[in-house]
C-alpha cells in the first residue's frame, strides 16, 4: 500500500546559462536588505564567478559583506565565524556561492542566527530546530543537492564528528542553477558528484516495505540518467546537455521527490557510515560513499534479493532470470564497474585509507550512538554489522 505523504518545496530554480546575473533581483525579490555572500575556495574569484555575483547585488544598492574559505566536509568553527559576521554586520540573508559544502555552512548560519545558543546542539539532536534565517545559492557543484535539500551536515573539529540537521525552514529560497558554472571542475570532484547524486537517489529506493510505483520510476529516470551523463563527461566535459542533465538530478535526488509514498522515508546506512569515515579521515563525500557501497550491498542485498535485481535491470538493463539473487549479485556488479568505469574507488584501500581495527569499532560505536541505536532500514543494522561492514570494504 502507498503510504501518506506531505510534499512541500518551497525553493525558486531558476535555471540555465548566465541566470548568476539574476542574483540581486531574486535576492530583493526574497526581501534580502544586507547579504552574507558565503563562498569556498578562490574558484569563484578566478572564474569571474564571484564578480558577477556581486555586481548583480552592486546594480540593485544591495549591501554585502564576504566570508571565504569553506572546507570540503564544512567546518563547525567556520560556522561559528559566521554566525558571528553576520550578527556584527546585521545581515538578514545568506547566500551561498559554492557546492554543497558552502549551502551546507550558510544553512548552518542560518540556524545559529535564529537561535541563541549553540547551533551544534542541532546536529546532535539536543535541540529542534524552529527556524532559518534565508538562505539562497548560486550552484558550482551539481552533488550534494542541498539546493533544493532540507538538510545540512556540518563536521566539528573537536571529536571529528560529521553530523547533519534537517529541517525544512533551510530549504533555499532560491537557487540558480547554470550548468556552464561546473565545466571547470576536475574530473574526479565530476564524478564525486554523480556518484553523490545516485546514492541520494538510492538511499531512497533500497528501503523496507511497500513501493510507490510511480516514485521508483522516477528515481530509476534519475539513476539512469546520471549513469548515462557520467560517460559522456569523461568524453567530454564541456558537454552542456550532459551537465544539464546532472545538476537537474543533482536538485531531484535529495528534494524528496525520489522517495515520496514508499513506507519507510530512506536508508541512509551507507551515509552514515560514509559520515563517520568522512568526519575521522577527511575524504570527499561521493568517493567514500563509492568505496564502502559494496560492502554494504552485499551485506544486506539477501533481505530483499528482488530490489537490486530491479535495479540492474531498470538502472543498467540486465537481463531478468528465475534467480533473483543471482541478479541482485549481477546488479552490485554493475554499479562496481560503474565505479571503476568513472574512477571511483570501490573500496578503502582505492579511498587511501587503512583504518585499523580500533578505529573501525570507534566508527561503528559513533554511528550507533554506543550501541543504543540502529542504521538503515532496508535491513537495520547494529555496531557488530557495521564493524563488519567495513572489515569488508576494507579488504
Known sequence: MVSSFEYNISTKVVFG????????????????????????????????????????????????????????????????????????EKVDFLLAVGGGSVIDSAKAIGYGLYHEGDVWDFYIKKREIRGCYPVAAVLTLSAAGSEMSDSSVITNEEGWLKRDAVSDSSRCKFSILNPELTYTLPEYQTMCGAVDIMMHTMERYFTAGDHMALTD?????????????????????????????????????????????????????????????????DVAHGAGLAAVWEAWAQYVYKTDPARFARFGNKVFGLPLTD???????????????????????????ELGINPTKEEMAK???????????????????????IVRILEFANR
Open 17 to 88: 546559462k548566465d541566470t548568476e546575473k539574476q542574483t540581486g533581483s531574486l535576492v530583493k525579490a526574497f526581501g534580502g536588505t544586507k547579504v552574507l555572500v558565503h563562498y569556498g575556495s578562490a574558484s569563484a574569484k578566478k572564474t569571474g564567478l564571484l564578480d558577477r555575483v556581486l555586481a548583480s547585488l552592486d546594480e540593485l544598492a544591495i549591501p554585502y559583506v564576504l566570508l571565504g574559505g569553506v572546507l570540503p566536509n564544512p567546518r563547525l568553527s567556520k560556522v561559528y565565524e559566521g554566525i558571528e559576521l553576520c550578527k556584527k
Open 217 to 281: 520510476e522516477l528515481a530509476e529516470g534519475v539513476l539512469r540518467t546520471v549513469h548515462q551523463s557520467a560517460y559522456r563527461l569523461k568524453e567530454n566535459a564541456l558537454d552542456y546537455d550532459a551537465r544539464a542533465n546532472v545538476m537537474w538530478a543533482s536538485s531531484l535526488s535529495h528534494n524528496s521527490l525520489t522517495g515520496m509514498g514508499n513506507e519507510s522515508g530512506g536508508d541512509w546506512a551507507p551515509h552514515m557510515i560514509e559520515h563517520e569515515i568522512g568526519g575521522m579521515f
Open 323 to 349: 534467480d533473483a539473487e543471482m541478479d541482485a549479485l549481477a546488479a552490485i556488479a554493475a554499479m562496481v564497474n560503474f565505479f571503476v568505469d568513472v574512477r571511483m574507488p570501490k573500496n578503502l584501500r
Open 363 to 385: 566508527m561503528a560505536r559513533q554511528a550507533t550512538n554506543h550501541d543504543t541505536k540502529t542504521i538503515g532500514s532496508f535491513q537495520k543494522l547494529g555496531q557488530e554489522d
